[in-house]
Every structure is written in C-alpha cells, then in structure tokens.
C-alpha cells in the first residue's frame, strides 16, 4: 500500500514538473531616470512565436538577445529559454510592462504585467578608475540660431539648430524626443543631405558642432510668438580615468539629454501709414510684368494674358492682381504656375496667372492698367507697380451693335441695347383653365388600365424565346466558348509583360477559339485530332502547321527564357492565326 501511494506521488510531482511556465524577471521594481533596466522573458519549453510587449515608456537600447539552455541532473532534464531587452526609461512615474506572448503546442502562454516605478536621476556608483574625468553637462550644448528676433508679419527668418559638443568627448548617436512646434508661422525645412562636423567658438572656447535642422519661417501674426523646443536624447563617451594596454585613455557609455528651449519672437505688424487700398499682403523686393501672347488677331483666335511676380519674399503667400477686360473679351479662369526655390535666405522665384482671352466681336478693346503693391522690407515702406494699358486688336469678325469695349467694369456683358430696352414686356398671354379634368374616364385612365392585357403577350414570347436558347445546349456551349477565346485573348494582352501568364492565358484563348470552331470537347483536344479536324474543314495547311507550332511554344516558353520581343511576336501570330481560322474553316 504504502509503495501504491509513493507512486501516486511520483506521477503528480512530475505532472506538476511537466507544466508549461512562461513569466517576466526585472533586474529591479524602483530605478532612477537614468538608469538601465534588464528584463528576462523566461520558458521551461522551447516555444515559438514570441511576442514582445510595446514597453511604453522605455526605449530598447539592447535586445532581443536569446539564450537556450538544456540540462540533464540524476536522469531529468531541463529547459530554459529567455528572451532578454535592456530598456532605458523615458519618463518618470509609475510604468507597467505589459504582456509578452509564446506559443507552444498551438496553446498561448502569457507573462503577468510588471510595474516599475522610476525615480529622479540618481548617482551612480563606479569605481573610482571608472568614473568619468568630465561630466557631459557642461561639453555638451543644443542650440538654436535664430536670424532675427522682431521681424515684420511675412518677413522671413531662419531657425538653425546646432549641437555643439568639446573635444573630450564623443557621440555616437541621438534622437529627438520633441519636435519644434511652429504655430502661427509658415514653415519650411531645408533638406540637409548629410551631417558635417565642424568647428567654432562657443562661450569663448573652441567647440565642434553640427548642423542638424534649417528651418525658413514667415509669421503670420503680429505679437509675441512662441517657437517649441527641440529636445534630444544622446549617447556619449567619456574619458575614465583607466588606460588600455596601449596607455590610450578608455571610454565609458553614457546619456545625456538636452534642449534648445523655447524661443519668443517679437512680430511687428505691417505699418497703416501708406498702405494701398489693393496690398495682399506682398512683403520682400518684386518686379511686376504683363505681358500678352499678341495683340492682334482674328475673330475666333485666343491669345494668352501672363500676369507674373518675380523676385524675392513671401512668393507663396499672397495673390496676384486681376485683369479687368472689356465685356466683349470673354476671359476664363486662369492658371496658376510657380516656380519657386526656398533657401536660408528665404523664397525667391516667380509665379505667374496665365487668362485665356478670347473676343466677340472685331474692333479695338483696351486692358487697363493694373497695379501690384508690396512692402519693401529695405525702405520699410509701400511700393506700388503699374504695367502700362495694353490694347487688343481684333481684325475682323462680326461688329457690335453698340460699342462695348469702352464700358465700366461692372456692367454686364449681356447689354441691353436702346432698340431692346422693352423686349422684356410680353405681347401675348400664356393663359390656361383652372379647371382640371378628372383621372377617372380620362385616357390616361384607360392607357393604364388596358397596359397590363397588352404586355402580357410580349411576356409569353419573351419566355418561350428564352427556353428555346436556354434548351440549345449545343448553342450555348459554342457562344460560351466563344466568349472564353475572347477573354482569355484580352487576358494575354494585359499581361504581355508577364511572361508565365501570358503564355497560359493565350493558350487557352487558342484552345477555346477551336473548341467553338470544330464543336469538340476537352478530350477531343490532341494535335492529331486537330490537324484531322482541321484538314476536313479545308483549312490551308501552313496555317494547320502555324497553329500547333504556337500552342506548342505556349507550353515550353513558360519554363524557357524569352525575350519581350518574341512575346509580342508570339501575340501577334496568335492574332493572325484566329483570323485566317475564322475565314477558312467552313
């Protein structure tokens, strides 16, 4: 009895052995902003398809790493497999590690959550040989260059972010953990292609630095405006106090965060005094032009009307002046084309309206004059462009009544000529009863209700037309095919620069093609089959030959190399091979 109870416990002890474990192991629950944590993800079993958690909150800064190992002690074996990520927190407050996920035997197997609560920076015990000789805090600086701090609304300037580290250290990388926020200004980077170290001064001692971001802004608002830092997280070296082999100075890893801090730009409104009642808001140093495609022309002619800004300031960021035209010119909507280039210095280029102008009517019509002001940022004050009065001569073609093309803007172009002034007042009435008659007895009455009795005919022949074509077995299978060969024929063409498609899809369209042909089955498709069947339809043989030469080149050119050339030649004969079958089988 007592050997039966052994046993009993034996066989539990080792199902208990023999379950599946699967949990999460932190090198600690409390640590300070800028230290590392480890976490294990550990398995008794080799399972698969493991599943990382998204550790928000914390950075990877190694990992994953995979371990494996197998023991045997005293007859028994064992298994472990851990999944190790060393993680750098972001934040401080209480953070939760959630579930990591493993399959193993189509079962899932998750880790319970981990909470870590992560303290102020707190110092780090080294060995005094491994302590760094210099702190990072003071060779270290992120800075933001800023061109000019009170500019005027649609001025630009330039924001340039540069990191400037000593000489006794090095950085090996960075990320930015906030971007600089720009409300209330128009916004462009400046592409840096690649990062170059340089050197200057900084606080009056030597400093290399590189340029990370260019930034070209325009304000749009007066007052105080307020530009959001750029913050980094970066990984450095510093010289320790311990030396190699070689007596070279050994480096020890560390991070360090930094930011450019918020920046406040003072921006002065445009001035009131001598502004021009048609300013759109043009800041910078412009030339304005006019210019037609011909001024003579043909009735029925068009000519194009170019209104264009060039030079230098907010290019993008107010709108040109509009041409006002004679009511006999009928003017479209323009378009609009820019050819700008935006560097430090700011925007400068060219935009253009291109009016599509076509006239009525032969005569002499003037454009006016048009005037196009900005802000002079040089001068500080308004400027105001005219372009002279350009007249359109429009040779022959029917005359106006009257002569419209002195007319004010404003009047419309349908004009209303003295002999016209009282068309508007109709001669006749358009009297009609008010007496309805009523439905009942009408003819509408009688149409509808006599329609059904006269559709009913039309139905029963429509249904008897269809059991005939539907009990034409015969005839519906040769149009099926025949709608197959034109399917599969358009399927080739579309994938004639896909080799392997084609090939089948031509294939078919050849097979079916015959199939609705000849009136033969699947079975019935063998090449001498075919050449029979054929050769008694009086087909020429050439053509017998061509097509049992193309579906066999369909079958090997699907495993073969074949040129896009011969693709389409092989198209192109399949498609003059169908047209001679359809002439001359009988």
Not at 250 to 271: C, E, F, H, Y
Not at 328 to 335: F, H, I, N, T
Request: proline share 5%; charged share 25%; with cysteine.
């Amino acid at each position: 009895m007592k050997k039966f109870i052994v046993a009993i416990v034996l066989m539990v002890c080792n199902s208990l052995l023999a379950q599946v474990q699967f949990e999460a192991k932190v090198s600690k629950t409390t640590l300070g902003l800028n230290e590392r944590l480890r976490i294990d993800f550990v398995m008794n079993m080799d399972g698969d398809n493991f599943n990382q958690p998204s550790f928000e909150g914390f950075r990877i800064i190694a990992g994953p790493s995979q371990q494996v190992s197998q023991s045997w002690i005293n007859g028994k074996s064992s298994f472990e497999k851990v999944y190790s990520y060393y993680l750098l927190p972001q934040q401080k407050g209480s953070l939760v590690i959630r579930q990591a996920t493993i399959e193993y035997n189509g079962q899932i197997y998750k880790t319970s959550p981990i909470r870590i609560n992560v303290t102020n920076a707190v110092q780090e015990a080294r060995n005094p040989d491994d302590s760094p000789q210099i702190s990072a805090d003071d060779n270290i600086y992120l800075v933001a260059d800023i061109s000019k701090t009170s500019p005027y609304i649609n001025e630009p300037i330039t924001v340039v972010y540069k990191l400037y580290f000593s000489y006794n250290i090095g950085i090996s990388n960075w990320r930015e953990l906030d971007k600089p926020k720009y409300n209330d200004f128009w916004s462009q980077n400046i592409d840096i292609k690649q990062l170059v170290g340089e050197e200057g001064m900084f606080k009056g001692e030597k400093y290399r630095f590189v340029v990370l971001r260019k930034t070209v802004l325009y304000p749009q608002k007066s007052g105080k405006l307020v530009i959001e830092p750029l913050s980094l997280d970066i990984d450095v070296q510093l010289p320790t106090n311990r030396r190699d082999v070689f007596g070279r100075v050994q480096l020890v890893n560390d991070n360090k965060r930094v930011s450019a801090g918020a920046k406040t730009i003072n921006v002065r409104a445009l001035p009131e005094t001598g502004k021009p009642a048609d300013f759109s808001g043009a800041v910078g140093k412009f030339d304005f032009k006019v210019t037609p495609s011909k001024t003579n022309l043909k009735n029925g002619e068009s000519l194009d009307l170019l209104v264009s800004v060039t030079g230098t300031g907010n290019m993008k960021l107010f709108n040109l002046p509009k041409p006002v035209v004679p009511n006999s010119l009928e003017m479209y909507d323009p378009v609009h084309d820019e050819k700008v280039n935006t560097t430090l210095a700011g925007m400068s280029g060219k935009i253009t309206d291109k009016y599509t102008i076509i006239p009525q009517f032969k005569g002499n019509y003037p454009i006016k004059p048009m005037q196009f002001s900005y802000f002079d940022l040089g001068s500080g004050k308004y400027k105001t462009i005219s372009s002279p009065e350009i007249m359109i001569n429009v040779l022959d073609g029917p005359m106006a009544s009257d002569q419209v093309a002195t007319t004010t803007p404003g009047v419309t172009k349908n004009t209303i000529t003295s002999n016209e002034q009282f068309k508007f007042i109709k001669l006749k009435s358009d009297l009609f009863s008010m007496k309805e008659d009523d439905f009942l007895g009408s003819n509408l009455f009688y149409g509808l209700l006599f329609l059904p009795f006269l559709i009913l005919p039309l139905i029963v022949l429509f249904k008897k037309k269809k059991e005939a074509i539907d009990s034409d077995v015969f005839g519906n299978k040769i149009k099926m095919n025949n709608r197959l060969a034109k399917k599969y024929l358009s399927e080739a063409k579309k994938q004639i620069n896909n080799k392997e498609p084609f090939y089948v899809a031509l294939e078919k369209a050849m097979h079916n093609f015959l199939k609705a042909k000849l009136h033969i089955e699947t079975s019935d498709m063998s090449k001498s089959n075919i050449q029979q069947l054929l050769a008694s339809r009086n087909v020429n043989a050439q053509t017998i030959i061509d097509f049992i030469d193309l579906t066999e080149n369909c079958e090997l050119a699907r495993y073969a190399l074949t040129s896009s050339s011969a693709i389409q030649q092989d198209f192109d004969k399949a498609v003059m091979i169908i047209s001679d079958l359809e002439k001359q089988i009988s």
